[in-house]
């Protein structure tokens, strides 16, 4: 079963628009970090957020925002007014404390979201 | 300061010749990671060390593939005997600490094409 789950695996939107990318996570540890990556199509991965656990507050930063809700197991990823610079593949990863509380810390990726945004 | 670097940036090779993938961690970084992103499979893991310890060698798909960091820096990645479905980008990519806490920050890749 797949541990990070990005159902929505393109969007396409109009410049301007607001856009939610949605990321599922299955996990037995009560401690484990969220992440998102953004992939644009030089190919790098990008570092945007990290979130742990124990903190459900969102986060806003400029036109990005994200929604950690654990009661859904997810943390859902909006883009406010999109931009053409905007697009890229989206991933969202998760990293688990483990059983012994000394896990490597490997991320497990969802497959990604390709958002294309159009002037 | 200087981020992941990754060479080469493209390497194509034929089937059953060994090639060597290098990366350059961030410096002060403890941990480095090294993942595999093809179209079938996405992002996967493949190994992982943090400073003098043994590394995690979980992720590696077969034995053909190995890996080393000399000095607790710049680690290379061997592939043996490679096969086309190797081919696949691969990525490096470092934190400072290591764990499930810390940011991992990603190199550019390497593009393995084998023929």
């Known amino acids: 079963a797949q541990k990070v789950t990005q159902a929505q695996t393109e969007i396409s939107v109009v410049e301007k628009e607001d856009v939610t990318l949605d990321c599922v996570y299955e996990t037995r540890d009560t401690t484990y970090y969220l992440f998102w990556y953004k992939q644009p199509p030089s190919g790098e991965l990008v570092f945007l957020i990290r979130r742990n656990s124990f903190d459900e507050q969102n986060e806003i930063s400029g036109r990005y925002s994200w929604n950690f809700q654990k009661s859904t197991s997810s943390f859902n990823f909006t883009i406010t007014a999109s931009q053409v610079v905007d697009s890229a593949v989206y991933f969202c990863a998760l990293s688990e404390r483990g059983n012994y509380g000394g896990s490597q810390g490997n991320l497990i990726f969802g497959k990604g979201t390709k958002l294309s945004v159009k002037p | 300061g200087a981020g992941v670097s990754q060479s080469p940036s493209n390497k194509v090779t034929e089937k059953g010749k060994d090639v060597e993938l290098r990366c350059d961690p961030i410096s002060g970084h403890t941990a480095l990671y090294w993942y595999r992103q093809s179209l079938g499979q996405g992002l996967e893991f493949l190994i992982y060390f943090q400073g003098n310890s043994a590394p995690d060698k979980s992720g590696l798909p077969s034995d053909r593939f190995s890996a080393e960091r000399t000095g607790g820096s710049v680690s290379t990645l061997t592939i043996q005997r490679t096969q086309q479905e190797d081919s696949a980008v691969y990525l490096c990519?470092?934190?400072?600490?290591?764990?499930?806490?810390?940011?991992?920050?990603f190199g550019p890749g390497t593009r393995l094409t084998v023929l």
């Open positions: 990519a470092s934190s400072l600490g290591g764990g499930h806490t810390d940011t991992q920050y």
